[in-house]
Nanobody
Framework: QVQLVESGGGLVQAGGSLRLSCAASGIIFSINNMGWYRQAPGKQRELVATVTSGGSTYYADSVKGRFTISRDNAKNTVYLQMNSLTPEDTSVYYC????????????WGQGTQVTVSS
């Protein structure tokens, strides 16, 4: 059974930092691409950052220079370091894992709430 378990969310003041973690089990972590998405109330889920199985990273323009995604294959964990947080970063953050076989295999975590107060 595949599980992606996020942690590290919470309430922080604007300008502060949080570090999200996502621990994966039930998958071969090292061959999966990993990502973080977020969804604010009334909005569509949006991509925040990804890190491929090879270590290449991608960031949404809105978080470039503030957020850093990283992975530790030995711990089956992906991280999202979030600095200089603003109220606009308030969302539920979801961990995502995917890889291509003959189709796309994709998994989601349950989400962790991040609230940034002004």
């Amino acid at each position: 059974q595949v599980q992606l378990v996020e942690s590290g969310g919470g309430l922080v003041q604007a300008g502060g930092s949080l570090r999200l973690s996502c621990a994966a089990s039930g998958i071969i972590f090292s061959i999966n691409n990993m990502g973080w998405y977020r969804q604010a109330p009334g909005k569509q889920r949006e991509l925040v950052a990804t890190v491929t199985s090879g270590g290449s990273t991608y960031y949404a323009d809105s978080v470039k220079g503030r957020f850093t995604i990283s992975r530790d294959n030995a711990k089956n964990t992906v991280y999202l370091q979030m600095n200089s947080l603003t109220p606009e970063d308030t969302s539920v953050y979801y961990c995502n894992a995917w890889r291509m076989t003959w189709h796309k295999l994709e998994y989601w975590g349950q989400g962790t709430q991040v609230t940034v107060s002004s």
